[in-house]
């Protein structure tokens, strides 16, 4: 029962952090001074994944538009997926 619990709480973790990013994207699209407080704790939740992606993976790039968060977005689906299974194993 408790490693259930674990794989429970990274699952809400992960859900969580994937609504940050997501509202960390939508703020980039907004013109916010760097020193608003909302910009900066965002920044530095969501930055440092960003920036590991986009030193591993190349920029994903169509246009003006910066697609590369996406590789964030199915790399958390994929934890999910594999949370999702390993606790179905445990349930």
Do not use: H, W
Not at 26 to 35: C, G, K, M, Q, T
Not at 40 to 56: D, G, H, M, W, Y
Request: proline share 8%.
């Amino acid at each position: 029962m408790p490693v259930y619990s674990i794989l429970q709480f990274l699952y809400i973790f992960s859900e969580i952090y994937m609504y940050v990013f997501l509202f960390f994207i939508l703020l980039s699209y907004f013109n916010l001074e760097p020193d608003n407080p909302l910009v900066r704790i965002t920044e530095s939740i969501c930055a440092p994944v960003q920036n590991f992606f986009l030193k591993v993976l190349p920029p994903l790039r169509i246009g003006m538009f910066d697609l590369s968060p996406l590789y964030v977005f199915i790399f958390l689906q994929l934890v999910q997926f594999a949370l999702q299974a390993l606790m179905n194993n445990y349930r």
